[in-house]
């Protein structure tokens, strides 16, 4: 009885551990497939940013999204953010250029990301129409895959302090 209930026991571990392998390049290949398409959502704002095409970046969101920019100025809807970058694609954005780099993408569950990147601008103009300085910020993003596609839900953008002495320009 004892040597039938250590073969079961063993056989069950067996199972489990086989099934947790098995599976496991399936997932793994899920989870690639899910991260090189948030990246693709990145890449593509990141290229409509630098196109200046509100129309373009606006797409990278989903209907019902927020956009937060540094100074907390909310947008909402893919309407608003739209109507939120032409004036400034049109003025102090018009030169712009805007890289990122991914420090994170943590998927909450399969159809739910939190995306965290550094990101550099350069190329914008100040009030008095002179180049400002380049900034550096933190991006973090809530990304949800809505009918096979993934889209940006939450966009917040937040600036790195500057140098002592150094205002940055808004």
């Avoid at 209907?63 to 970058?85: L, W, Y």
């Avoid at 809530?142 to 140098?163: C, D, F, R, Y």
Wanted: with cysteine; proline share 4%; aromatic share 8%.
């Amino acid at each position: 009885m004892k040597g039938t209930r250590s073969i079961a026991l063993l056989t069950s571990f067996a199972l489990i551990f086989l099934s947790g392998i098995l599976s496991s390049p399936k997932e793994a290949r899920a989870a690639d497939e899910a991260s090189a398409a948030v990246k693709g959502v990145i890449d593509g704002f990141t290229d409509s940013f630098n196109r200046h095409d509100p129309h373009g970046v606006a797409a990278w969101f989903a209907d019902d999204a927020d956009f937060i920019n540094t100074q907390q100025v909310t947008s909402h809807g893919r309407k608003g953010i739209e109507e939120h970058f032409v004036p400034l694609f049109a003025g102090r954005l018009k030169n712009a250029h805007r890289t990122c780099t991914v420090r994170s993408i943590r998927f909450i569950n399969p159809e739910v990301a939190v995306v965290t990147m550094d990101y550099v601008l350069t190329g914008t103009t100040g009030t008095n129409g002179e180049e400002a300085p380049v900034r550096k910020g933190l991006y973090d993003w809530i990304v949800t895959k809505q009918n096979g596609k993934w889209l940006i839900n939450v966009l917040h953008e937040s600036e790195q302090a500057s140098a002592p002495g150094v205002m940055p320009v808004r």
